[in-house]
């Protein structure tokens, strides 16, 4: 099946470079040049994947993805002016699953899109659906954290870091582990968005009535989690 792809980008020429190289793939792409009426458009097109840039004329990409995040959980690869990093952080804080700063190589994202692709698949084909610690638990297939009645929604990338986190619990994890797990790719031991993710977590934990300090940072080293006394 032919994955559906929204391409929001006020660049007609950009547009047009990646349909042409994505539906070579077997892709099936839409564009949107400002975002407008971004809600109908999922509810139209029922994207896999959107691939959102930031820089946009009337709303700029992170509103966009403020409105997608209210009523989706769909991939999100943003695209960014390369070595803006408080634009990378704001969208992985927002709940974006990727970035890739602009100039770019379409094969990259190409690659892009098949990582959270496949990150989606695991969330539903897993060996396990169900994780468990003492009375808190993630219900991967519906990325959600459970405490009792209380459901807390996840991002794809934090219910893979979570997963790693609490199944390995007592174990330091360092930071280039953690984002190889959740995101299939190497990065730095040094990217600041693990640690993005991880100040997420702990908020989303106490949100669920756990203490945030059931991942604890490990100077130097990492992050572990901590079981219940």
């Known amino acids: 099946m032919a994955v559906r792809t929204l391409v929001v980008d006020d660049d007609k020429k950009l547009q047009e470079l990646l349909a042409e190289f994505l539906e070579g793939y077997g892709f099936k792409v839409s564009a949107s040049l400002d975002g407008s009426g971004i809600v109908s458009l999922l509810t139209s097109l029922d994207p896999d994947v959107v691939v959102l840039d930031i820089m946009l004329p009337e709303k700029d990409g992170l509103d966009l993805l403020r409105e997608i995040r209210k009523v989706s959980d769909v991939p999100v690869i943003m695209l960014t002016a390369r070595g803006d990093e408080t634009d990378r952080i704001v969208g992985l804080e927002l709940g974006a699953?990727?970035?890739?700063?602009?100039?770019?190589?379409?094969?990259?994202?190409?690659?892009?899109?098949?990582?959270?692709?496949?990150?989606?698949?695991?969330?539903?084909?897993?060996?396990?659906?169900?994780?468990?610690?003492?009375?808190?638990?993630?219900?991967?297939?519906?990325?959600?954290?459970?405490?009792?009645?209380?459901?807390?929604?996840?991002?794809?990338?934090?219910c893979r870091m979570l997963e790693a986190l609490m199944e390995n619990g007592g174990r330091v994890l360092s930071r280039d582990f953690l984002l190889q797990y959740a995101r299939e790719r190497d990065y730095s031991a040094f990217d600041r968005s693990v640690d993005v993710h991880i100040s997420r977590l702990r908020a989303k934990l106490q949100e669920a009535g756990e203490p945030r300090t059931r991942i604890k940072s490990v100077w130097g080293a990492g992050y572990m989690w901590v079981e219940q006394q």
């Open 97 to 158: 699953d990727d970035y890739l700063p602009k100039p770019f190589n379409p094969r990259e994202l190409l690659a892009r899109i098949r990582a959270v692709l496949r990150r989606q698949r695991a969330k539903t084909f897993g060996r396990s659906e169900i994780i468990h610690s003492g009375e808190l638990l993630v219900d991967k297939s519906r990325l959600l954290l459970c405490r009792g009645d209380k459901e807390v929604a996840l991002s794809a990338t934090e």
